[in-house]
């Protein structure tokens, strides 16, 4: 359960509201998902966050799958596992294959190991790498 | 400093040395980074860990530049100095632009910013996400 | 489930059962959390943590409501379920308001947010912070 | 050194400068840190994120001051060198005595410890806290 | 549920279940727990990962059940729940005493709450540390 | 540079030099590293921090080098620089030798490692785990 209670369309107030028909009217679906419910009670933060993701993970100079990517990723070395779950299946929405999720984990898995080894040995960073 | 001796070439075992030459083939310079240089007191775990590297960033379904962008995005929720430095500067030379990069970082900060509020109010994962 | 069985009243030991007590006149209720039975199996371990516990969190210079926001704050971002949920109730309890909760989630999360954008730039600690 | 050149204000483009202004404004001092340079590179984001720092760093129903010392927990838990720094010294700022700050550090210190016990164990979350 | 199907040996491919069947034989049970049935979606990264750990985890200069220990500190403080339960009962069946247990996590707890409050401070490495 | 003064003997209050005399007896050295020079500000809170240390990593059911061990993994995880310099140095001072350390790096590398992927796969608990 939640630490705040979620609210449902009857139970938001018309400024949330209408941050879940953005949301529904961006993605195409019916389907408000859990964080914008939580956030809800208070719009002005609700809002703020939203049209801050619509900007971030929008087109750019990176691709939006390879955002999803990217925010898997974070999401997964911070240990957030609503994260994981929500932001997997928006990158499956975008298009993510079995292949690139797999290749993803293991991309994740090599850089916690040597995250991990780095700190460890705690290595000195080359000059090479300051320009 | 490490908390052990990088080793030059000099101190090398021959067994390391040889990684350190395929390390210098693979990237077509003669710099072997520090990082390297640190494992090599281990040369069998020094070969591992570079033969799995090889495997896991290079092409696939994923873009090696993609790659390398998860593989910060990873270091850097988990704090480690020496891993931004040296894949930022392996991203740059697979092409990474100064917008990819701002992007980039805009993309960890939400994702960051988002795993915690999703946290601190433990949002329940939506039956829609598992699938 | 835990990774040890939680300790009934009946199953703890008299040295336990002598902390247990202490936490409920401390606190009034006579609700004592599974945190406590789980480390009731080593009774030492259980009072040197509950006696801490109580100088560390009790009236100071910093008012204990405000040391319950700086716990969340810590358990949200080290993603300890468990911890979250039972200092957002402490807090509640102790007079946070939903303005309060709503407020700490927003500063955690641009928190989250700028310790990200900040470690991906390795941006230099300025001289003038050093005093 | 950071990943990108920090922007001195001959550097920074206009638009840059005019945050740099604000933010001059704002604190009543000519010294811009080193993160407002490092981000100047986007001046779109480095107005984003100033514009959303005033809001949640702002008077509310949280104390400014008290939300500094939330920053500062969020910064430690993340091992965030910079974010301490600058967040201890903003908590200076305004007003945070010696006393208030070992006492933070205390809170830090038996959230982490705790943290690291319940998830040792994964005490199961309690009823009572789900509300 | 995961993010990816759990294979049962019916489904598993061949390769797979050649994994699989090292792990049954090697552990002397019958039984292969879901992270292994998660990775065999991928049965090259399946036996890589394995292998790997055959390795890393099997005699050495550190008992076998030290290291249970030692995965078992990680696996806490980076928050994962799976790994702690399942490095738990490896320790177990390895001889870890309910004693142990109870020691291993006062340490834990010591060391996250100094570490916690050493970034807080930011206290600087000894020289005599460096050697 | 630490957010507070390091005190030296002459600066510290005659309970704190009581501290920094155990911390002399009990280790056989003049030598008082940063940590406690740090913590002396209050020095209520540098005794309880020491003696609990003293309690926690002295001998019992595991040993004093194993606690070490542990102690760095954690540190490792949570990026702790200067907990990984003075952990080290104090397993070093009990024994650890350079193979030893090499394994617990590998350990730590392969708990990352599986940590991630763990988490970015999102695994359900076995229940044969849970006893």
Redesign the interface.
Known sequence: ????P?LSDEEASAEALAVFDDIRATRGTD?V???WR??A??PA?LR??WE??K???GP???DPL??E?????????????????????AARAKGM??????????????????????????????D????
Chains 1, 2, 3, 4, 5, 6 share one sequence.
């Open positions: 359960m939640a630490t705040v979620l389907y998902n859990n964080f939580a956030l009670h208070d933060r703020a966050t801050r993701l900007v971030v993970m750019g100079s990176l390879v955002k990517l990217i925010y898997i990723a974070v999401s997964t070395a911070n240990g957030c596992e609503y994260c994981v779950h929500s932001h997997t299946a294959t079995p292949a690139q999720h797999g290749e993803l984990l293991a991309v994740i898995g090599m850089a916690m190991q040597t995250n991990g080894i780095v700190t460890g040995l705690q290595v000195p960073v080359d090479s790498f300051r320009a």
